[in-house]
């Protein structure tokens, strides 16, 4: 089975051809970036590139825009507001911290808790002639219809429908709002009486914990699949031309195409991961079981911030203004690789050279983190940046500003 539809292509066979040979071309591209969106994606003449771009700016004009234009799209419909196009004022169900280890894993015990909660996400797509499918999963979040799935699973969509467990025909759903950046969006459908998940605390995680891994993989008949495996990692990162991602729960539970949107859940079937993507093999390297989450401390703060968002909130981030690198001397943190004239990073003396490495005290493994971190800032804010010159801890303050306008 390949990758996000490749496996199947009929029942529009308009541009097929033409979109096998631009695929082939455009392999050798994708092949840099060492992540796959987990979306059974199937586009009918042709695909969108992805890649890594190394020199980005921590600006994030994309994101902000995508939020900002969102935001807009909300404001200009509440002269017509149905209930479908408003967040929920229900409250998510959020687990107190624990007190108690986890109990062992009982896959039929946590599968049975959580897969009520998990449903079914198909997204149509049209751009002029070509149209295209992106199916993937989506977690409840409230009783009344409100629902959490990464962006990617509905970016771009014309129409999107949900499929509730235990149901055979899927419900209409309204995408409230999408935050490319953080890959996350929140959809509504009419409904009552849904299965709420429950998210557990955000530091109730740990390396080598027990998960399950719930989704509609491969968009196969039926109800969710349940995969299992342990947390391998935390606070992992990611970057790519659209997001940057930061806290990611990496996981060995086997995660395929439609688990995108999906729940890694622990031992008790409670959320700790919205899972989002896994790695693939580079040029020269391998990878196998190396699945990533976003993490209830990524997660449960953007779902309050994309809730304001829908009821009028205008969304803002953080702008330090430079350009970003890996280090390829075996450190951590973040290269700059270039400093904006006049941005809040010239301001505080930030150098072309330097390795930033920490934010307030936080450690910063690589630009995603820095960039996610960054753009996570409200302007205004004042951040210590720690940063490697010449061999030398260097401590500067910066004050984040707002993104320049175009």
């Known amino acids: 089975m390949t990758d996000d539809g490749a496996d199947d292509s009929a029942g529009d066979g308009a541009g097929d051809g033409a979109g096998d040979d631009g695929l082939a071309g455009e392999r050798a591209v994708e092949r840099r970036v060492v992540e796959r969106r987990v979306v059974d994606r199937k586009v009918y003449g042709r695909r969108i590139r992805r890649g890594f771009l190394m020199g980005l700016l921590v600006v994030v004009v994309a994101w902000?825009?995508?939020?900002?234009?969102?935001?807009?799209?909300?404001?200009?419909?509440?002269?017509?507001?149905?209930?479908?196009?408003?967040?929920?004022?229900?409250?998510?169900?959020?687990?107190?911290?624990?007190?108690e280890p986890l109990p062992a894993l009982d896959v039929f015990a946590v599968a049975s808790t959580i897969a009520p909660s998990v449903v079914n996400v198909s997204a149509i797509t049209q751009r002029g002639e070509l149209v295209g499918q992106s199916t993937g999963s989506g977690v409840v979040l409230t009783a009344d219809g409100e629902i959490v799935t990464n962006a990617h699973v509905v970016a771009g969509a014309a129409t999107v429908t949900v499929r509730v467990p235990g149901e055979t025909e899927p419900r209409d759903a309204v995408v409230l709002v999408i935050d490319s950046g953080r890959d996350l969006a929140l959809l509504r459908i009419e409904a009552d009486g849904l299965v709420p998940a429950q998210f557990a605390a955000p530091g109730d995680v740990r390396v080598g914990d027990a998960v399950v891994?719930?989704?509609?993989?491969?968009?196969?008949d039926g109800d969710p699949?349940?995969?299992?495996?342990?947390?391998?990692?935390?606070?992992?990162?990611?970057?790519?031309?659209?997001?940057?991602?930061?806290?990611?729960?990496?996981?060995?539970?086997?995660?395929?195409?439609?688990?995108?949107?999906?729940?890694?859940?622990?031992?008790?079937?409670?959320?700790?991961?919205?899972?989002?993507?896994?790695?693939?093999?580079?040029?020269?390297?391998?990878?196998?079981?190396?699945?990533?989450?976003?993490?209830?401390?990524?997660?449960?703060?953007?779902?309050?911030?994309?809730?304001?968002?829908?009821?009028?909130?205008?969304?803002?981030?953080?702008?330090?203004?430079?350009?970003?690198?890996?280090?390829?001397?075996?450190?951590?943190?973040?290269l700059v690789a270039e400093v904006e004239p006049?941005?809040?990073?010239?301001?505080?003396?930030v150098d072309v050279g330097d390795a930033i490495v920490s934010i307030d005290g936080t450690a910063i493994t690589g630009p995603a983190g820095l960039m996610a971190t960054i753009r996570d800032g409200q302007p205004g804010d004042e951040v210590l940046i720690g940063l490697r010159r010449s061999g030398r801890l260097v401590s500067l303050s910066a004050t984040l500003a707002r993104q320049p306008a175009g």
């Open 64 to 99: 902000a825009a995508g939020l900002v234009g969102a935001w807009m799209g909300v404001r200009l419909a509440e002269g017509n507001r149905s209930p479908a196009r408003v967040a929920s004022t229900l409250g998510l169900v959020r687990v107190e911290p624990r007190t």
């Open 213 to 220: 891994a719930v989704g509609y993989a491969l968009d196969l």
């Open 342 to 349: 006049g941005s809040p990073a010239a301001a505080a003396g």
């Open 225 to 334: 699949s349940v995969t299992v495996g342990i947390v391998s990692a935390l606070d992992r990162t990611s970057v790519d031309m659209t997001k940057a991602l930061k806290g990611l729960v990496q996981t060995d539970a086997p995660i395929s195409s439609g688990n995108s949107g999906g729940a890694l859940v622990n031992a008790l079937g409670q959320v700790i991961g919205l899972t989002t993507f896994v790695a693939i093999p580079d040029v020269g390297s391998s990878a196998n079981s190396v699945g990533f989450a976003i993490s209830n401390q990524e997660l449960l703060p953007t779902i309050d911030r994309l809730r304001d968002a829908t009821n009028g909130s205008a969304p803002t981030a953080g702008y330090l203004g430079v350009g970003l690198a890996d280090r390829f001397d075996g450190g951590s943190g973040a």
